[in-house]
């Protein structure tokens, strides 16, 4: 399965950020779904597009990504 994340390029995220998003969301994702491939970049608007996968999993996705971008407190440092 590929999984694709869009952020809307008009509000950067820091320094840093993208990448650190890149990797927990793939940590995430891999605990339920193995050999899944993230990518999270800019884009012209935010989106998430899941290929190879069902309904149910691009919902599941949806909740980890929602999960992980709420809690970034937890796992970005900005430094």
């Known amino acids: ?30 605990k339920q ?15 998430i597009t899941v290929m190879g996968g069902s309904k149910e999993d691009k919902a599941l996705i949806t909740d980890i990504l929602q999960e992980t971008w709420e809690s970034a407190d937890d796992w970005f440092d900005p430094q």
């Open 1 to 30: 399965m590929r999984v694709e994340i869009t952020l809307a390029k008009a509000t950067p995220l820091p320094a840093g950020a993208l990448e650190a998003l890149t990797r927990e969301l793939s940590s995430r994702i891999d």
């Open 33 to 47: 779904f193995t050999d899944t491939h993230v990518q999270v970049r800019y884009a012209g608007s935010n989106g």
